[in-house]
Protein backbone atom coordinates (compact mmCIF):
# COMPACT_ATOMS: atom_id res chain seq x y z
CA UNK A 1 0.00 0.00 0.00
CA UNK A 2 0.88 3.56 -0.09
CA UNK A 3 1.29 5.74 3.10
CA UNK A 4 3.03 9.25 3.34
CA UNK A 5 5.13 8.66 6.53
CA UNK A 6 7.26 11.03 8.69
CA UNK A 7 11.31 10.12 8.36
CA UNK A 8 12.75 13.87 9.65
CA UNK A 9 12.05 17.24 9.98
CA UNK A 10 10.48 18.28 6.79
CA UNK A 11 10.57 15.26 5.39
CA UNK A 12 7.83 13.47 4.71
CA UNK A 13 7.40 10.52 1.86
CA UNK A 14 4.62 9.22 -0.18
CA UNK A 15 6.03 5.74 -0.66
CA UNK A 16 5.19 2.02 -0.41
CA UNK A 17 5.02 -0.33 2.31
CA UNK A 18 3.59 -3.77 3.12
CA UNK A 19 -0.31 -3.58 3.99
CA UNK A 20 -0.89 -3.37 8.17
CA UNK A 21 -1.79 -6.64 9.36
CA UNK A 22 -4.54 -6.46 12.66
CA UNK A 23 -3.30 -8.86 15.80
CA UNK A 24 -5.69 -9.94 18.04
CA UNK A 25 -8.85 -7.58 19.02
CA UNK A 26 -7.58 -5.23 16.29
CA UNK A 27 -9.41 -4.68 12.76
CA UNK A 28 -8.02 -3.61 9.46
CA UNK A 29 -9.19 -0.30 8.20
CA UNK A 30 -9.64 0.61 4.10
CA UNK A 31 -9.18 4.38 4.89
CA UNK A 32 -11.69 6.23 3.08
CA UNK A 33 -10.37 10.28 3.88
CA UNK A 34 -7.60 11.57 7.11
CA UNK A 35 -8.00 15.08 7.44
CA UNK A 36 -4.66 17.30 8.19
CA UNK A 37 -4.41 18.47 11.72
CA UNK A 38 -2.54 21.31 12.84
CA UNK A 39 -0.46 18.32 14.97
CA UNK A 40 0.56 17.03 11.67
CA UNK A 41 1.96 20.38 10.14
CA UNK A 42 3.64 21.42 13.41
CA UNK A 43 5.51 18.15 13.32
CA UNK A 44 6.59 18.18 9.70
CA UNK A 45 8.18 22.06 10.48
CA UNK A 46 9.34 21.58 13.86
CA UNK A 47 9.45 17.66 14.54
CA UNK A 48 10.15 15.34 16.49
CA UNK A 49 7.88 16.76 18.89
CA UNK A 50 5.76 13.62 19.66
CA UNK A 51 7.31 11.12 17.13
CA UNK A 52 9.56 8.20 18.79
CA UNK A 53 13.03 8.75 17.16
CA UNK A 54 15.84 7.41 18.94
CA UNK A 55 14.11 4.51 20.69
CA UNK A 56 11.16 2.96 20.09
CA UNK A 57 7.56 3.98 22.06
CA UNK A 58 7.48 2.35 25.36
CA UNK A 59 3.55 1.24 24.35
CA UNK A 60 3.78 0.57 20.86
CA UNK A 61 7.37 -0.58 19.84
CA UNK A 62 7.36 1.88 17.23
CA UNK A 63 9.47 4.58 16.21
CA UNK A 64 9.97 6.71 12.69
CA UNK A 65 9.30 6.53 9.72
CA UNK A 66 5.67 5.73 10.54
CA UNK A 67 2.62 7.14 8.85
CA UNK A 68 1.28 10.34 9.82
CA UNK A 69 -2.81 11.14 10.42
CA UNK A 70 -5.72 10.47 13.09
CA UNK A 71 -8.52 11.95 11.91
CA UNK A 72 -9.33 9.22 10.03
CA UNK A 73 -13.19 7.84 8.69
CA UNK A 74 -13.01 4.39 6.86
CA UNK A 75 -14.41 1.53 6.53
CA UNK A 76 -13.71 -2.42 7.61
CA UNK A 77 -11.70 -4.61 5.80
CA UNK A 78 -10.75 -7.60 8.10
CA UNK A 79 -10.46 -8.83 11.63
CA UNK A 80 -7.23 -9.59 13.60
CA UNK A 81 -7.56 -13.53 14.89
CA UNK A 82 -10.17 -14.22 17.41
CA UNK A 83 -11.67 -11.05 17.06
CA UNK A 84 -15.36 -10.62 17.09
CA UNK A 85 -16.60 -9.79 14.20
CA UNK A 86 -20.00 -9.76 15.06
CA UNK A 87 -20.41 -6.07 16.28
CA UNK A 88 -18.34 -4.53 13.36
CA UNK A 89 -18.41 -6.64 10.02
CA UNK A 90 -16.70 -6.04 7.05
CA UNK A 91 -18.10 -2.71 5.50
CA UNK A 92 -19.21 -0.88 8.60
CA UNK A 93 -17.68 2.58 8.48
CA UNK A 94 -16.00 3.96 11.39
CA UNK A 95 -14.11 6.34 13.45
CA UNK A 96 -11.40 4.85 15.19
CA UNK A 97 -10.15 6.06 18.57
CA UNK A 98 -6.68 7.13 18.18
CA UNK A 99 -5.67 7.82 21.91
CA UNK A 100 -4.12 4.57 23.59
CA UNK A 101 -3.33 3.70 26.99
CA UNK A 102 -1.45 0.78 28.43
CA UNK A 103 -4.40 -0.33 30.12
CA UNK A 104 -3.14 -1.17 33.69
CA UNK A 105 -1.86 1.89 35.46
CA UNK A 106 -4.01 4.02 37.75
CA UNK A 107 -4.91 6.29 34.91
CA UNK A 108 -6.10 3.62 32.63
CA UNK A 109 -8.15 1.91 35.70
CA UNK A 110 -10.03 4.84 35.96
CA UNK A 111 -10.22 5.17 31.98
CA UNK A 112 -8.32 8.28 31.83
CA UNK A 113 -6.10 6.64 29.38
CA UNK A 114 -5.08 10.48 27.90
CA UNK A 115 -2.57 10.74 30.74
CA UNK A 116 -1.91 7.42 31.29
CA UNK A 117 2.61 7.67 31.49
CA UNK A 118 2.98 5.50 28.50
CA UNK A 119 -0.07 6.97 26.41
CA UNK A 120 0.50 6.55 22.63
CA UNK A 121 -1.27 8.42 19.76
CA UNK A 122 -1.77 7.00 16.05
CA UNK A 123 -0.41 8.35 13.55
CA UNK A 124 2.27 9.93 16.03
CA UNK A 125 3.60 7.15 17.71
CA UNK A 126 2.44 3.95 15.74
CA UNK A 127 0.96 4.09 11.92
CA UNK A 128 -1.99 6.31 11.12
CA UNK A 129 -4.57 6.81 8.58
CA UNK A 130 -2.25 8.86 5.76
CA UNK A 131 -2.03 5.38 4.39
CA UNK A 132 -4.38 3.24 2.21
CA UNK A 133 -4.63 0.59 5.13
CA UNK A 134 -4.31 1.09 9.05
CA UNK A 135 -5.40 -0.96 12.06
CA UNK A 136 -7.04 0.20 15.28
CA UNK A 137 -8.45 -1.68 18.04
CA UNK A 138 -11.96 -3.05 17.48
CA UNK A 139 -13.50 -2.35 21.00
CA UNK A 140 -12.95 1.06 20.47
CA UNK A 141 -13.84 1.79 16.94
CA UNK A 142 -17.13 3.96 16.75
CA UNK A 143 -20.01 2.93 14.04
CA UNK A 144 -20.99 6.04 11.39
CA UNK A 145 -24.52 5.84 10.54
CA UNK A 146 -25.06 4.76 6.79
CA UNK A 147 -26.55 8.56 5.98
CA UNK A 148 -23.42 10.35 7.13
CA UNK A 149 -20.65 10.43 4.18
CA UNK A 150 -17.47 10.27 4.66
CA UNK A 151 -16.93 14.57 3.99
CA UNK A 152 -18.76 14.43 7.13
CA UNK A 153 -17.39 11.65 9.27
CA UNK A 154 -14.15 12.89 8.53
CA UNK A 155 -14.95 15.61 11.63
CA UNK A 156 -15.90 13.24 13.38
CA UNK A 157 -11.59 13.60 15.54
CA UNK A 158 -12.02 17.29 15.73
CA UNK A 159 -15.66 17.33 16.79
CA UNK A 160 -14.87 15.06 19.54
CA UNK A 161 -12.14 17.77 20.47
CA UNK A 162 -14.86 19.82 20.64
CA UNK A 163 -17.18 18.44 22.60
CA UNK A 164 -14.75 18.04 24.87
CA UNK A 165 -13.69 21.06 25.75
CA UNK A 166 -16.91 22.35 26.11
CA UNK A 167 -17.11 18.86 29.11
CA UNK A 168 -13.62 20.82 30.58
CA UNK A 169 -15.65 24.26 30.92
CA UNK A 170 -18.53 23.16 33.00
CA UNK A 171 -22.14 23.81 32.79
CA UNK A 172 -22.42 27.74 31.64
CA UNK A 173 -25.17 26.72 30.11
CA UNK A 174 -27.32 30.56 29.32
CA UNK A 175 -24.25 32.07 29.71
CA UNK A 176 -21.56 33.47 27.60
CA UNK A 177 -18.19 32.02 25.95
CA UNK A 178 -15.23 33.40 23.53
CA UNK A 179 -13.65 31.40 20.79
CA UNK A 180 -10.18 32.22 19.90
CA UNK A 181 -9.68 31.06 16.34
CA UNK A 182 -12.33 29.85 13.90
CA UNK A 183 -10.24 26.69 12.44
CA UNK A 184 -11.83 23.84 12.11
CA UNK A 185 -11.80 22.70 16.33
CA UNK A 186 -12.82 26.14 16.57
CA UNK A 187 -16.11 26.56 14.15
CA UNK A 188 -17.12 23.08 15.49
CA UNK A 189 -16.45 24.24 19.19
CA UNK A 190 -18.73 27.69 18.50
CA UNK A 191 -21.46 24.97 16.78
CA UNK A 192 -21.65 22.59 19.63
CA UNK A 193 -21.98 25.52 22.16
CA UNK A 194 -24.38 27.53 20.43
CA UNK A 195 -26.46 23.77 20.52
CA UNK A 196 -25.79 23.99 23.67
CA UNK A 197 -27.44 27.14 25.16
CA UNK A 198 -24.60 29.13 25.51
CA UNK A 199 -24.14 32.55 23.91
CA UNK A 200 -20.85 32.38 21.75
CA UNK A 201 -18.26 35.69 20.75
CA UNK A 202 -16.24 34.15 18.20
CA UNK A 203 -12.98 36.10 17.47
CA UNK A 204 -11.40 35.57 13.92
CA UNK A 205 -8.87 37.08 11.90
CA UNK A 206 -10.43 35.68 8.68
CA UNK A 207 -12.99 36.83 6.72
CA UNK A 208 -14.92 33.87 5.70
CA UNK A 209 -13.89 32.17 9.03
CA UNK A 210 -15.96 34.54 10.41
CA UNK A 211 -18.47 34.58 8.34
CA UNK A 212 -18.22 30.70 8.76
CA UNK A 213 -18.57 31.37 12.38
CA UNK A 214 -21.64 33.54 12.19
CA UNK A 215 -23.45 30.62 10.42
CA UNK A 216 -22.75 29.00 12.80
CA UNK A 217 -24.71 31.26 15.18
CA UNK A 218 -22.19 33.14 17.37
CA UNK A 219 -21.39 36.65 17.15
CA UNK A 220 -18.37 36.91 14.74
CA UNK A 221 -15.67 39.62 15.43
CA UNK A 222 -12.14 40.59 14.19
CA UNK A 223 -9.84 40.58 17.22
CA UNK A 224 -9.65 44.00 17.97
CA UNK A 225 -13.68 44.03 18.41
CA UNK A 226 -13.16 41.73 21.10
CA UNK A 227 -13.17 43.63 24.11
CA UNK A 228 -15.95 46.13 23.24
CA UNK A 229 -18.03 43.45 22.24
CA UNK A 230 -17.77 41.05 25.66
CA UNK A 231 -18.32 44.49 27.53
CA UNK A 232 -21.58 44.92 25.77
CA UNK A 233 -22.78 41.49 25.98
CA UNK A 234 -22.02 40.97 29.92
CA UNK A 235 -21.99 44.04 31.42
CA UNK A 236 -18.30 44.31 31.73
CA UNK A 237 -17.79 40.87 33.40
CA UNK A 238 -16.10 39.33 30.40
CA UNK A 239 -16.71 35.65 29.49
CA UNK A 240 -17.74 32.76 31.66
CA UNK A 241 -15.86 30.93 29.66
CA UNK A 242 -12.59 31.18 27.10
CA UNK A 243 -11.34 28.66 24.79
CA UNK A 244 -8.22 29.28 23.17
CA UNK A 245 -8.25 27.79 19.84
CA UNK A 246 -5.39 29.39 18.20
CA UNK A 247 -2.43 27.36 19.84
CA UNK A 248 -0.71 30.63 19.81
CA UNK A 249 0.87 31.55 23.11
CA UNK A 250 1.31 34.98 22.67
CA UNK A 251 -2.79 34.96 23.10
CA UNK A 252 -2.77 33.44 26.33
CA UNK A 253 -2.83 36.27 28.50
CA UNK A 254 -5.43 38.29 26.04
CA UNK A 255 -7.64 34.81 26.61
CA UNK A 256 -7.10 34.96 30.69
CA UNK A 257 -7.98 38.98 30.25
CA UNK A 258 -11.17 38.25 28.14
CA UNK A 259 -12.16 35.90 31.17
CA UNK A 260 -14.68 37.02 33.98
CA UNK A 261 -13.53 36.45 37.40
CA UNK A 262 -14.29 33.57 38.65
CA UNK A 263 -14.40 32.27 35.44
CA UNK A 264 -12.66 29.47 33.27
CA UNK A 265 -10.16 29.79 30.13
CA UNK A 266 -9.79 26.11 28.54
CA UNK A 267 -6.10 25.62 26.36
CA UNK A 268 -7.51 23.58 23.76
CA UNK A 269 -4.75 24.92 20.88
CA UNK A 270 -1.12 24.35 21.74
CA UNK A 271 1.93 24.49 20.02
CA UNK A 272 4.15 23.31 22.28
CA UNK A 273 6.04 26.65 23.89
CA UNK A 274 5.90 27.76 26.86
CA UNK A 275 3.52 31.06 27.41
CA UNK A 276 3.52 34.01 29.87
CA UNK A 277 0.54 33.84 32.44
CA UNK A 278 -0.93 37.11 34.43
CA UNK A 279 -0.38 35.51 37.49
CA UNK A 280 -2.29 38.21 39.63
CA UNK A 281 -5.20 38.36 37.40
CA UNK A 282 -5.81 34.35 37.65
CA UNK A 283 -5.03 34.84 41.87
CA UNK A 284 -6.63 37.42 42.67
CA UNK A 285 -9.54 36.98 39.77
CA UNK A 286 -9.70 33.30 41.24
CA UNK A 287 -9.76 32.49 37.26
CA UNK A 288 -8.88 29.25 36.67
CA UNK A 289 -6.86 27.67 33.53
CA UNK A 290 -7.81 24.23 32.25
CA UNK A 291 -5.84 21.99 29.33
CA UNK A 292 -7.59 19.51 27.42
CA UNK A 293 -5.99 16.85 24.90
CA UNK A 294 -6.89 13.44 24.44
CA UNK A 295 -10.55 12.46 23.87
CA UNK A 296 -11.89 9.47 24.98
CA UNK A 297 -13.72 7.10 22.23
CA UNK A 298 -17.25 6.44 24.31
CA UNK A 299 -17.71 9.56 25.35
CA UNK A 300 -16.15 12.90 23.13
CA UNK A 301 -16.11 10.61 19.79
CA UNK A 302 -19.00 8.87 20.47
CA UNK A 303 -20.60 12.49 21.23
CA UNK A 304 -19.21 13.92 17.69
CA UNK A 305 -20.19 11.15 15.69
CA UNK A 306 -24.12 12.02 16.87
CA UNK A 307 -23.41 15.47 16.53
CA UNK A 308 -22.89 14.77 12.93
CA UNK A 309 -25.48 12.52 12.54
CA UNK A 310 -28.18 14.44 13.91
CA UNK A 311 -26.71 17.73 12.19
CA UNK A 312 -26.30 19.90 14.91
CA UNK A 313 -23.15 20.19 12.78
CA UNK A 314 -23.94 21.18 9.44
CA UNK A 315 -22.18 19.64 6.68
CA UNK A 316 -21.63 23.37 5.12
CA UNK A 317 -20.18 24.68 8.33
CA UNK A 318 -16.49 23.17 7.63
CA UNK A 319 -16.29 22.64 3.93
CA UNK A 320 -13.53 19.56 2.89
CA UNK A 321 -11.16 19.98 0.45
CA UNK A 322 -10.49 16.48 -0.80
CA UNK A 323 -6.62 16.19 -1.57
CA UNK A 324 -4.44 13.30 -2.71
CA UNK A 325 -1.64 11.71 -1.07
CA UNK A 326 1.01 13.11 -3.25
CA UNK A 327 0.13 16.23 -1.66
CA UNK A 328 0.58 15.34 1.58
CA UNK A 329 4.44 16.99 1.69
CA UNK A 330 3.11 20.03 -0.36
CA UNK A 331 0.40 20.50 2.40
CA UNK A 332 2.44 20.42 5.42
CA UNK A 333 5.06 22.44 4.12
CA UNK A 334 2.74 25.18 2.69
CA UNK A 335 -1.34 24.48 4.48
CA UNK A 336 -3.84 25.63 1.97
CA UNK A 337 -4.94 28.75 3.83
CA UNK A 338 -8.11 29.19 1.50
CA UNK A 339 -9.71 26.41 2.92
CA UNK A 340 -10.72 25.54 6.85
CA UNK A 341 -10.14 21.55 6.66
CA UNK A 342 -8.25 19.56 4.33
CA UNK A 343 -8.52 16.05 3.96
CA UNK A 344 -6.33 13.16 2.32
CA UNK A 345 -8.08 10.71 0.03
CA UNK A 346 -5.56 7.79 -0.39
CA UNK A 347 -6.75 6.51 -3.50
CA UNK A 348 -8.01 9.43 -5.33
CA UNK A 349 -11.62 8.50 -5.35
CA UNK A 350 -14.07 10.63 -6.70
CA UNK A 351 -17.15 9.25 -5.18
CA UNK A 352 -16.14 10.27 -1.36
Request: glycine fraction near 10%; include cysteine; aromatic fraction near 2%.
Amino acid sequence: MRAARWHARRDVRVEEVPDPVPAAGEVLIRVELCGICGTDVEEYREGPLAIDVERPHPLTGTKAPLALGHEVVGVIAGHGPGTDASRLPVGTRVIPDVVLGCGTCWWCRRHQEGVCARQAVRGLNLDGGLAEYMVADAATCVPVPDHVPPRMAVLAEPAAVAVRALRKAGDVTGGTALVLGAGAIGLLLTRVAVAAGIQVVTSETADFRREAARRAGAVAVRPEETAATLDRLTEGRGADVVFECTGLSSLLPEAIRHCRALGTVVIVGFSGRDAAVPLADVVLKEKRLVGTAAHLWDEDVTAGVRLLASGVIDPTLVPVRVASLDEVPALLAVPDQGVVKVAIDPRGQEEV
